[in-house]
């Protein structure tokens, strides 16, 4: 198996981000790190104080915007929290400020952050496609919908993972396992690392089926 020594994940923690968005890359990553201890991944939030996110689950971030944490890739969760942070200017600078090695990355409603900021321009990106029920009844909008109404000049994908070069972009809720394991991919971790670790997770039959589900947007 071909190890890469270390590889940063930090993740974005906010108001009424979505659990599973989150959680799951980060799970990913714990579970990776049984086969690299060199794997890292920890959560980031504005300031130093607890976050509640989606349905009251209180998480306490590793590291605030100040600590300017060493990171390879930074994660933006989806969630009904997204709606704000799309206007947090503390964040936005954040993220200007990265490296460009940093990667972008982002589960679910996640992708509007970087969709307002003008990120997504001329590039492809996704975001969820199956509505849920006030999605469906016609009062809200689905979120790849309004994806596209926030970033007109982004090229609209219904994959489950789009990779854009820096920007990477992942689907509905439950996409951001996928998202893990392309980011160990990206991280120049060979398939027969990653599809050890989806064994462990006992993940195979979906792992196998999703990995052939990831758009490469060449344009950039």
């Known amino acids: 198996m071909t190890l890469k020594q270390g590889f940063r994940l930090g993740i ?47 998480v306490v971030p590793n590291y605030s915007f100040q600590d300017l944490p060493d ?3 930074f ?3 989806g969630g009904f929290g997204t709606r704000q942070e799309m206007y947090n200017g503390k964040l936005h600078s954040f ?22 900021m003008g990120l997504l321009d001329g590039i492809a990106a996704t975001n969820r496609k199956e509505p849920d029920r006030l999605e469906a009844s016609g009062t809200g909008m689905i979120p790849i919908d309004r ?24 689907g509905g809720i439950a996409s951001g396992m996928e998202m893990g394991f392309h980011l160990l991919r990206r991280a120049g971790y060979d398939e027969a690392f990653i599809a050890d670790v989806a064994r462990t997770m006992e993940y195979t039959a979906a792992y196998e089926q999703y990995k052939l589900d990831i758009m490469y947007d060449s344009s950039h």
């Not at 790190?33 to 991944?41: G, I, Y």
Request: net charge neutral; proline share 5%; aromatic share 8%.
């Open 12 to 58: 974005y923690v906010f108001k009424d981000a979505e659990i599973i968005d989150y959680a799951a890359p980060y799970g990913v990553f714990s579970v990776a790190r049984r086969l690299d201890p060199s794997l890292d991944a920890f959560l980031i939030s504005d300031a130093m104080r607890t976050v509640q996110t989606q349905a009251g689950l209180t």
């Open 71 to 73: 990171m390879d890739a």
């Open 75 to 77: 994660l933006i969760p």
């Open 95 to 116: 993220i200007k400020a990265l490296p460009e090695a940093c990667l972008l990355t982002s589960v679910c409603t996640g992708s509007w952050v970087y969709g307002r």
């Open 147 to 170: 994806l596209a109404e926030i970033a007109p000049a982004c090229r609209i994908s219904r994959a489950r993972v789009v990779d854009a070069g820096r920007i990477i972009t992942a």
